[in-house]
């Protein structure tokens, strides 16, 4: 049974950082690929990274980059989200996801995802 558990949310201020870590489980790790999403009432949820470790690809929406870097830590099968100069709109409930995608990441927002951790919350404050 594949499984994802995130961790690492929490309340920071204007500026702030954050790091948050997915724990995979039940998947052959290095043929992964993983996203952070991010969700706020009202509004639908969104790709903010990705990345792909078969392929050391990575992609970000455009308005964390520069400030998220996604990374993976292959002797933990975990995932890493660093966010950095973090923003009030920065602020939403956080899931990792997974999915097999035989693909470079051009596309990737596009593409559904095959599994979902339960999210963290992200608070930024101003």
């Known amino acids: 049974e594949v499984q994802l558990v995130e961790s690492g949310g929490g309340l920071v201020q204007d500026g702030g950082s954050l790091t948050l870590t997915c724990a995979v489980t039940g998947w052959p790790f290095d043929e992964i690929t993983v996203g952070w999403f991010r969700q706020v009432p009202g509004k639908d949820r969104e790709g903010v990274a990705f990345?792909?470790?078969?392929?050391?690809?990575?992609r970000y929406r455009d308005s964390v980059k520069g400030r998220f870097t996604i990374s993976i830590n292959n002797a933990k099968n975990m995932v890493n989200l660093y966010m950095n100069s973090l923003k009030p709109e920065d602020t939403g409930l956080y899931y990792c996801?997974?999915?097999?995608?035989?693909?470079?990441?051009?596309?990737?927002?596009?593409?559904?995802?095959?599994?979902w951790g339960k999210g963290v919350l992200v608070a930024v404050s101003s």
């Open positions: 990345i792909k470790n078969s392929a050391e690809l990575t």
């Open positions: 996801a997974a999915r097999d995608h035989p693909y470079g990441l051009d596309y990737i927002f596009e593409y559904g995802m095959d599994y």
